[in-house]
C-alpha cells in the first residue's frame, strides 16, 4: 500500500522535470557513464528506477549491447515512448514493475541508478539497487554510483530563525510571542530540505555513513547509529545540524588494487554546502532554541537513522546532542 502510494508520486511530470533540471546531477551521471563507456559498450545495462528513462538513453547512446530500464512507477509508459522515438526500442527494454518482481533472464554488466533521496537514505531506494546486484549483476561488474558518503555539521542560521520565530515578538506593534512555542514546534519539529552556505558550517563536516554499494547489505541500512564530536570553529549561536551527502563513480571492485591514473579519478556528486546547489539542498535539524557556543567548544552526541516499521521508505532520526554542560535529545 505504501509503496503503491510512492511509485504513485513518481507518476507525476513535475518530480523528473526538477531532476533532470539538475545539471550537477544529470551532468555528472552523464560523464560518469562516458568515462566509464569501456565498461558499457556492447555490455548489459539494468537501470533501477529509470524514470523518464534518460539515463538508459546515455548508456544505450555511449554504446551499450542492451538495457533494461525498471521502473515501477507509470512513469514506465512515458519512458518507453521516449525510447521509441528516440529509435532505441532494439537496445532499450522498459519494464514496468518492482525490481524485486520483474524477471530479466541474463546477468548484467552494469547497474546504473539515481537512488539517492534526502540526506540520502530517504525513500530507502538504496535496497532495491542492492536486489538487482544480487539478483543480477556478474562478479566483477560495474555499479554506478559506486560509493556514498554521508556527513553532518553543526551549523548557525541566524537570519532563518528570526524569520520563523522573532517574528512573533513584533506583529505591526503586537506582541504576539504566545505564538512562539507553536511556532517552533510547526518550524523546526520535523528536518528541513534548503540551501544552506559553507558559511554557515561551524566545523569540519564528520562522516555518519559510508557505502560501498559493492558490499552494502540491506540489513545494514535498516539501523545506522554513529557517535560524533565536534569542535567549534567560532563563537557563534547553534541552531542545529546539517546532513549532506556525496556519491562517487568509481571502476568496478576487481580493479580498485590497480593504480588509478589520473584519468581515472573518481567523479564525484557532492551536494555539500560549498558546492554547487542541487535539487536535494542541504537536510537541517533544528533545534527549538540555539545554544551559544563558544569558539574551540565541544558539541558531541549521537545520531540514529533508521527505517520506519510502518513504512519501510520513511527514515526515523534520533539526535542526542550535549555542549556546554546541557544535553538534550531530538
Keep these: 500500500e505504501f509503496d503503491m502510494a510512492y511509485f504513485q508520486s513518481y507518476s507525476h511530470v513535475g518530480i523528473h522535470e526538477e531532476m533532470i533540471k539538475d545539471h550537477v546531477r544529470t551532468e555528472t551521471y552523464r560523464a560518469a557513464i562516458l568515462q566509464h563507456q569501456n565498461y558499457i559498450a556492447g555490455k548489459v545495462v539494468v537501470d533501477v528506477g529509470c524514470g523518464t528513462g534518460i539515463l538508459s538513453i546515455f548508456c544505450a547512446l555511449a554504446g551499450a549491447k542492451r538495457v533494461y530500464a525498471v521502473d515501477a512507477s507509470e512513469i514506465a509508459v512515458q519512458a518507453n515512448e521516449v525510447v521509441k522515438a528516440n529509435n532505441l526500442s532494439d537496445k532499450v527494454i522498459v519494464l514496468l514493475g518492482r525490481v524485486e518482481d520483474v524477471d530479466i533472464d541474463e546477468e548484467v554488466d552494469v547497474i546504473i541508478s539515481e537512488w539517492m533521496g534526502y540526506?540520502?537514505?530517504?525513500?530507502?531506494?538504496?535496497?532495491?539497487?542492492?536486489?538487482?546486484?544480487?539478483?543480477?549483476?556478474?562478479?566483477?561488474?560495474?555499479?554506478?554510483?559506486?560509493?556514498?558518503?554521508?556527513?553532518?555539521?553543526?551549523?548557525?542560521?541566524?537570519?532563518?530563525?528570526?524569520?520563523?520565530?522573532?517574528?512573533?515578538?513584533?506583529?505591526?506593534?503586537?506582541?504576539?510571542?504566545?505564538?512562539?512555542?507553536?511556532?517552533?514546534?510547526?518550524?523546526?519539529?520535523?528536518?528541513?530540505?534548503?540551501?544552506?552556505?559553507?558559511?554557515?558550517?561551524?566545523?569540519?563536516?564528520?562522516?555518519?555513513?559510508?557505502?560501498?554499494?559493492?558490499?552494502?547489505?540491506?540489513?545494514?541500512?535498516?539501523?545506522?547509529?554513529?557517535?560524533?564530536?565536534?569542535?567549534?570553529?567560532?563563537?557563534?549561536?547553534?541552531?542545529?545540524?546539517?546532513?549532506?551527502?556525496?556519491v562517487e563513480f568509481s571502476g568496478p571492485i576487481l580493479n580498485q588494487r590497480k593504480k588509478r591514473t589520473k584519468s581515472d579519478e573518481a567523479l564525484v556528486l557532492s551536494t555539500a554546502p560549498e558546492d554547487a546547489p542541487t535539487h536535494w539542498q542541504q537536510t537541517l535539524l533544528y533545534f527549538y532554541d540555539p545554544i551559544e557556543v563558544k569558539q574551540d567548544q565541544i558539541i558531541e552526541g549521537s545520531i540514529t537513522l533508521s527505517q520506519s516499521k510502518e513504512n519501510a521508505r520513511f527514515l526515523n532520526i534520533h539526535l542526542e546532542y550535549a555542549s556546554g554542560g546541557r544535553s538534550f535529545v531530538k
Design 119 to 246: 540526506m540520502l537514505l530517504y525513500e530507502s531506494m538504496l535496497s532495491s539497487v542492492i536486489t538487482a546486484r544480487d539478483r543480477w549483476l556478474k562478479p566483477g561488474g560495474l555499479i554506478l554510483p559506486s560509493h556514498a558518503t554521508l556527513y553532518m555539521a553543526p551549523v548557525t542560521h541566524s537570519e532563518r530563525y528570526s524569520e520563523s520565530i522573532d517574528f512573533w515578538k513584533n506583529v505591526y506593534g503586537i506582541d504576539m510571542s504566545a505564538m512562539l512555542p507553536l511556532a517552533k514546534q510547526c518550524a523546526f519539529e520535523e528536518p528541513s530540505v534548503e540551501t544552506i552556505t559553507g558559511e554557515n558550517v561551524l566545523t569540519w563536516p564528520f562522516v555518519v555513513k559510508h557505502v560501498d554499494c559493492y558490499t552494502v547489505t540491506v540489513e545494514e541500512l535498516e539501523s545506522i547509529t554513529a557517535k560524533y564530536k565536534f569542535m567549534s570553529m567560532m563563537q557563534a549561536p547553534l541552531h542545529g545540524f546539517a546532513f549532506w551527502f556525496d
